[in-house]
């Protein structure tokens, strides 16, 4: 199973790659992606790890959102919230790429001159948000069983996660297994940045707002 969500998974990146670079340079960063991190180990050798599934849920995760992104329909936006909440059920973290609609919403928001659309949207938001929590509902009882509450979790967590101190110059940098000391792929494919921005400017910049909070 994880095998087979990682191939998907990376399917999907690849098909999204090619909307904006060409093909062969899509195909290179899908295969440095697989072969550059730790994808073949975790769905090979620790395929009870959530990676697998991570990777395709985030990827349909994104690609529904761009391919979708000027329909402003109820349906779009429920549809957003089942992915959205399968993909908090791979890792609850991915939680944080809410953040690119959330951009979106808040741009037409307060783009919309009358009352009445800015209605619609509070409603078509609402039901964003409800589709996610009754989708994830399931590991909020588990949590709610195990720990006490629906949003709690281990311990451990909550001792690595601390917004008032962020690391992430140790995270990046760090010569102990920092993101970029371990995977420098990671700064080959930081290059194409700037390609996708002069494509989609406002998509990048919430993409990179996502990722920032994601780190």
Do not use: C
């Amino acid at each position: 199973g994880s095998i087979l969500f990682a191939v998907l998974g990376l399917w999907l990146v690849y098909r999204f790659s090619a909307k904006f670079y060409p093909r062969w340079i899509s195909l290179g960063a899908t295969l440095a992606i697989t072969f550059g991190f730790a994808v073949i180990q975790y769905v090979s050798v620790e395929p009870s790890t959530a990676h697998g599934l991570t990777i395709l849920t985030v990827a349909a995760f994104i690609t529904y959102f761009y391919n979708t992104q000027n329909d402003n329909s109820f349906k779009k936006w429920a549809a957003l919230g089942i992915l959205g909440g399968l993909m908090m059920h791979s890792r609850w973290q991915e939680g944080f790429f809410f953040i690119i609609p959330l951009i979106y919403w808040l741009r037409d928001f307060l783009k919309a001159k009358q009352w009445s659309a800015r209605g619609d949207l509070i409603l078509k938001g609402i039901i964003f948000v409800a589709v996610i929590l009754i989708v994830f509902s399931p590991q909020m009882l588990v949590w709610d069983a195990l720990y006490g509450g629906p949003t709690r979790m281990p311990d451990t967590v909550y001792r690595i996660i601390d917004f008032a101190h962020p690391l992430l110059f140790q995270f990046l940098f760090s010569f102990q297994h920092s993101l970029f000391v371990s995977t420098p792929i990671i700064l080959l494919a930081m290059a194409g940045i700037p390609f996708l921005y002069r494509r989609e400017k406002f998509f990048t910049l919430s993409l990179f707002i996502a990722l920032l909070l994601h780190i």
